[in-house]
């Protein structure tokens, strides 16, 4: 009945939408097996995409050729650029979506694409021979031949939900959780573990006093994510509130603690611990009277808000009374409960950085279910999975990512040489390199990369080619163009910044912190004229290249630098038993972890800088 | 935490939004229960709504001031009106939809109506104390409290998903069973049945050839559901298509009926008769070489395609390959395959004709869960106990419509009388006064009485009050319009009918069967001017009125006759048992149902008409 596919995706949340897509652009032959046709691309929790480090993630996904970025500004509704006031290397693109549009959009992409083709069952298993995975196992026994296939089951691997002291079986409210993939894997050798998340309880916009909270706005100028022309800055916006909790909220909560399946032991899985549950964060932060909530729309026209910072498995009486007290919830209805859930992961350490697990060939592992957090994180490994397993069909090496060249690297390295024991997060201080990965040039470092293996289109290479030799022409004239003291000297002191005694470049001005390409253009009509036929972003290119040129130039230089040994690649079947003079630790971390290359090597948690001082002895550099 | 609501209404099917909207509308305080508020107004099987005796009751409910004909408008994607070459009384609008859209409109329609709370979870049971119902027992344990109850649980009661030899728990594909309710109400006393239903395979557009099949246009220039002018007629609409079944498809579908859950004995619930499965068609019409399959898109954008006329529960196998076997479908993909499902009822008859449950007071049942089958019945129903709850509430009389006046009272006249064995369908025929109950007319019937009980709003009155008026006044100036035989005899000619000598009347002129008010039109260009300040409404008004005159007149007068005996009250207690002469069959259905009218009584199968002259004297007629 089913054609053998090339790529198999189960689950069809972040990662394996992205997947699917990537691998479909390819050229791959590729089937996306879900659950429920009606919950593809389903927002679990918060109805909002990118922020700190992940609106990063989502302008490199786009960067590549992925879809999260498109459909994200399709689906919209608000958008802000976030840490504007700091250095353009903490600048993240944040937007508040519609969850209906954003999941519809998905779909419709999804079924635009040739060579994706749909199942709508539950996958109950793997068809593994020789160590080869070979397709999937279906819930009513049917069995899809694929030749291979991509994990994305989210938080639904024997999914258990708590609210209180109740607690059920299920892989998101509503859905059930899906059984037999995690104990045929541990049969065939992987270790599985597990961890929890939580959301907040769903309120009624109609029974909120928002006069009571502060107002949050969009930007006044609105970005989006994709470098594509595909898609249009919004042009009107929702708006979202803030409020805070305060004492008698935090009171009513504790009240309710001895109920807690997170307090009295019944959840045993590990939680985000930089996404907390509101009762973690009173308990944790005992000394802070207030906490933030964001009350955000759940789409341009539904009542339905999102509390976000309230997210909570207490009991919902407990909810209920510790949410209407706080200021502009007096009134507050719920219409369903915050809960925590637990599910199975498997520790990213039995991956290669293809995200192929070491055990069984061409089986792909991507998402939540590789004990990481977020829609971001999710999106970009599926990304990388649909990749890589296209590409193993293609008989062509796996893509993989420089930690110097995109966050999507930074996170997976990370989880592959590091582990995780809690619900792995995107931060910006998870990068060594963050200068060089900035929001506005994910185009400049990966679309490249992303046209020369088959996924960004002729369209999205030429665009970015264009940004890259006008900002080149670009700062080459403003190196050139000099400007003379009686132009801009009364203009130098209104910016609070010296005065020149003779000519000097845009360039030379520009590297001062309080002159920017804005402010100059204000001074020169000539200037202003000449900048006008430059698109916004290459303008925001130039000015960012010229103010921190040098250290950018630091930052790849110690990139250049640690290529050189990065790259220096392990022998496949290198046995480090062997090398007694290996700590213990570095010894067993060594044998688990197999690193591909040095530089992998040294980023493994457990092996010391001594262990690699003498692994680079015995390899002969 | 919940406060006492006036009306809870348990799942959030076509049956469970009209109630919930109704009695909101109508003041109550409502909560609407549903397990899952993402597949709220979720349409389970066919994107449609309408088609014969169907598109009336959409009509009625709208005329009433219910949604469903409004949340059609907005979301249809074609439009037609059935049966337009035969009498008024057959013409039946049908809309094809967008099966996202359709949910989304019902979705955002309930968060826009004000008193309609929302509570995503399953509920297990109910609160009954004294033999009245107090509220609900959720499936986390929480109790909320109602003074009345709606349950509509669609197919999802002890739901069981047939596919071949393989069955699972499942209250549609993908979404869970309910369970409990059955059982506490086999407890309180209730008879529960089992019955059945199917849904053909969902397939891939792309990977149909459309050239090999017939091409479904809408309707030139289309209608639409509602009355009201909060929607517009489409501008722009889909085709479907059709194409056949041949000897090979029965074949191969033979092959598989070893393997079907219908034959074998697997299901034991009886399935709608008039909506049989491909195996049923085939089996029982062993003689016609070809069945209809309506090749209709799921929605506007999406590739989607629902396989009309092939609902299926054979292997997935056999679906498969006796589905490329239909022309045009050579290279189909399926999205999943066809299903048949088996549910809890309980049979109707315990109901009063409020809708309200004869054993436990306050309790309401509407939808599937009454043994009917369709989101028309179903929303209807709902509508009704929506309303009746309400009224209820506000201890005023239940509102019972009659026979003579909607599809509506047929209805659940035909489930409260008559029980049904099978799933009950609609259809025009099961209606005594056809020409009555037309879809033209619905808010002519319908919509004073959807006012005075505070469900349909003012300007629905006023609409439907000046149609009246129009109607009235422009049936008096073609009675009155005189017309010579010199302007219009050769016009006559042309179409086929005798000419006139002396002046003629329009209205005589309009009852010959070949001449319509738009031939007319033609021949006088005045009386074009004249007529082009009706509305088209009224233009079709009154032709019909003027055409069928003495038709609806006969109807009219035996409703009358009947609306005598139809109205008589039989005692609450009246003590059938007592008396001798009547039948067994008679006196034992006449306890069961407990009539409240001699016309309710003489509709009961098993009361014969010597039952009902004996009865007729008892009460002293
Ligand atoms: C209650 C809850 C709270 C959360 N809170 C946060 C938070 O606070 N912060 C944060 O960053 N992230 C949070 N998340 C996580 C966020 O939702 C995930 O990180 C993200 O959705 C993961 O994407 P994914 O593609 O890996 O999996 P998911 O989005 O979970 O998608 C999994 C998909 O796989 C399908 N599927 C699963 N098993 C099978 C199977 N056997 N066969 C067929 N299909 C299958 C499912 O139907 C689904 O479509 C939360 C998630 C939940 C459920
Ligand atoms: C597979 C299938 C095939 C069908 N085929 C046809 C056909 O060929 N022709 C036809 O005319 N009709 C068909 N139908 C029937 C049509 O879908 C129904 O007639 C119509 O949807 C009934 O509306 P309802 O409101 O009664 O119930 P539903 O539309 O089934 O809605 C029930 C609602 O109740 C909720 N719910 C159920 N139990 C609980 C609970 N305990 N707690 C909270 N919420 C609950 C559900 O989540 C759902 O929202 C089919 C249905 C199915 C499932």
């Known amino acids: ?79 802000r650029m976030l840490n504007r ?13 519609d969850r209906m ?67 059920f079986g299920g892989g998101r409210t509503g859905e059930s959780a899906a059984k037999g993939i995690t104990e045929q894997l541990v049969g065939l050798g992987f270790e599985a573990g597990r961890m929890k998340t939580g959301t907040p309880p769903r309120v009624d916009g109609r029974s909120l006093d928002y006069s009571k909270m502060e107002i949050q706005f969009g930007d006044e100028n609105p970005e989006k994510f994709s470098y594509s022309d595909e898609t249009q800055p919004l042009t009107e916006q929702r708006t979202c509130w803030i409020t805070y909790t305060n004492k008698e909220v935090h009171e009513t909560l504790e009240s309710g603690f001895d109920r807690s399946p997170m307090f009295n032991g019944r959840i045993q899985g590990l939680g985000p611990r930089y996404c907390p549950s509101i009762e973690d964060k009173i308990n944790r932060f005992a000394e802070r009277e207030r906490h933030q909530i964001f009350v955000e729309p759940e789409g341009w026209n539904t009542v339905e808000i999102y509390v976000n910072g309230f997210s909570t498995s207490l009991p919902e009486d407990v909810q209920y009374k510790a949410l209407r007290k706080i200021p502009g919830f007096e009134n507050a209805k719920m219409f369903r409960p915050g809960y925590a859930i637990e599910y199975d992961f498997f520790p990213p350490t039995q991956l290669k950085l293809s995200l192929e697990t070491q055990l069984i060939q061409n089986l792909f592992f991507a998402g939540q279910i590789n004990g990481t957090t977020g829609y971001e994180e999710a999106a970009s490994q599926g990304l990388m999975a649909g990749i890589n397993a296209a590409r193993k069909v293609q008989e062509e090496e796996p893509v993989i990512l420089k930690r110097s060249e995109a966050y999507i690297a930074v996170l997976i390295d990370d989880l592959i040489n590091k582990g995780t ?115 916004k972003d290459v303008l925001e290119q130039a000015e960012i290249q010229i103010k921190y040129d040098s250290y950018i130039e630091k930052e790849q230089q110690m990139v250049d630098k640690l290529n050189n040994m990065e790259n220096f690649r392990i022998p496949v079947h290198f046995d480090y038993l062997a090398i007694p003079a290996l700590s213990a630790e570095g010894k067993q971390k060594l044998n688990k972890v197999r690193p591909e290359t040095l530089g992998q090597a040294s980023r493994i948690s457990g092996v010391s800088p001594a262990d690699l001082s003498i692994l680079t002895v015995y390899l002969g550099r």
Request: with cysteine; aromatic share 6%.
């Open 1 to 79: 009945m089913f054609p053998e596919y090339d790529v198999i995706v189960v689950g069809a949340g972040h990662a394996g939408c992205e997947a699917a897509h990537a691998a479909a652009k390819m050229g791959a032959k590729v089937l996306l097996c879900t659950m429920n046709m009606n919950t593809i691309a389903q927002m679990s929790c918060n109805p909002a995409m990118g922020g700190v480090a992940k609106g990063q993630i989502v302008r490199e996904i786009d960067a590549l050729g992925g879809m999260s970025g498109i459909i994200s500004d399709k689906s919209m509704i608000q958008f």
């Open 85 to 97: 006031s700091k250095g353009p290397a903490m600048w993240s693109p944040r937007s508040q979506n």
């Open 101 to 167: 549009r954003f999941a519809e959009e998905w779909r419709l992409a999804l079924e635009q694409t040739p060579n994706v083709d749909f199942w709508q069952e539950m996958v109950s298993g793997l068809l593994v021979t020789d160590g080869r995975v070979r397709g999937v196992r279906t819930g009513i026994g049917l069995e899809i031949p694929g030749k291979t296939v991509v994990l994305t089951n989210g938080t639904f691997l024997n999914g258990v939900i708590h609210i209180g002291e109740k607690q």
């Open 421 to 535: 024991e809690e619900p792995y997060r995107m931060f910006t201080s998870r990068a060594e390199f963050r200068l060089l990965l900035r929001q506005d040039n994910a185009d400049l470092r990966l679309t490249q990369l992303g046209h020369q293996i088959g996924l960004a289109d002729d369209r999205r290479l030429e665009r970015m080619l264009d940004k890259k030799s006008d900002t080149a022409k670009l700062i080459n004239d403003l190196r050139q163009k000099k400007l003379s003291p009686d132009l801009i000297n009364e203009g130098l002191e209104d910016m609070d910044t010296a005065t020149v005694k003779e000519k000097i470049s845009v360039e030379k001005l520009l590297k001062r912190p309080q002159v920017g390409l804005k402010e100059i253009m204000d001074l020169d009509n000539d200037l202003k004229v000449y900048l006008s036929k430059y698109s």
